[in-house]
């Protein structure tokens, strides 16, 4: 029997949430171990190059453990060593545009950082904006591929597995104030909802994300909940 892989975590981070779904999606056995990244321990200090979450810890036939770091690498290498459905096409050049979209999600949470931290509310709305356009590249995109329910039709790919926490966080936030950021977007609005209800999806975060999510905003004091109530 082959040792558990186990997923060192952070109950809010989204790239966590990329490595969780994959193994869920793939249905492998792992154990999930949560630290508090603002008191990070010694032994995750030692074992982290970049004191980020997620790592994965791949037991050997030494007794010791292999440890992966950075969320599209441990994606990749389950992608490539562990059985259930493949999450990247076969096909060479649609592989390479998976994983830039996997980039461009990326890019998002770079933004997506600043629209829920800041308490300046121009910045706030730069970043707004930047979400708009970047959701519209998307939308663009999606009018180009087959039609759903995910990114590339009917199979769920490492894009959606990447592209699900995203909407996740404004879960949240929509039920804070309407940003607006989708208006123009059916296409990405489709995808979201069906990312929404994929099992794996769901399982990736515990049932208390939103809570979390609300003491996280309320600690950075965050420009986003002074427009709770707004139209």
């Known amino acids: 029997m082959t040792a558990q892989l186990t997923l060192v975590s952070h109950l809010l981070c989204p790239y966590v949430q990329r490595a969780a779904i994959a193994l869920l999606e793939k249905d492998v056995p792992f154990e999930r171990v949560v630290i508090d990244l603002a008191q990070k321990p010694d032994w995750f200090l030692e074992i982290s190059p970049l004191g980020k979450v997620p ?4 037991p050997q036939p030494n007794g010791k453990d292999a440890v ?14 562990q059985p259930g459905p493949r999450l990247h096409p076969e096909d060479p050049l ?7 979209w996997m980039e461009f999600g ?3 949470l770079a933004d997506l950082w600043g629209y829920e931290t800041t308490r300046d509310a121009d910045v706030f709305e730069q970043k707004r904006q930047a979400l708009v356009a970047k959701f519209q590249r998307v939308e663009t995109a999606l009018t180009a591929l087959p039609n759903g329910p995910y990114f590339a039709g009917a199979r769920f790919s490492l894009v959606d597995a990447v592209f699900a926490p995203i909407f996740r966080y404004f879960d949240v936030f929509d039920q804070i104030s309407d940003s607006h950021i989708f208006d123009k977007t059916p296409k990405v609005r489709a995808w979201r909802r069906a990312l929404s209800e994929r099992p794996s999806v769901r399982h990736a975060v515990v049932p208390e994300y939103p809570q979390h999510l609300r003491a996280f905003l309320q600690k950075h004091e965050a ?8 139209a």
């Open 106 to 108: 990326s890019a998002i």
């Open 94 to 100: 649609a592989r390479a545009e998976h994983r830039a």
């Open 55 to 58: 790592l994965l810890r791949v």
């Open 68 to 81: 992966l770091f950075e969320s599209n690498v441990i994606c990749e290498y389950l992608e490539e060593t």
């Open 223 to 230: 420009h986003l909940l002074t427009l709770a109530g707004r």
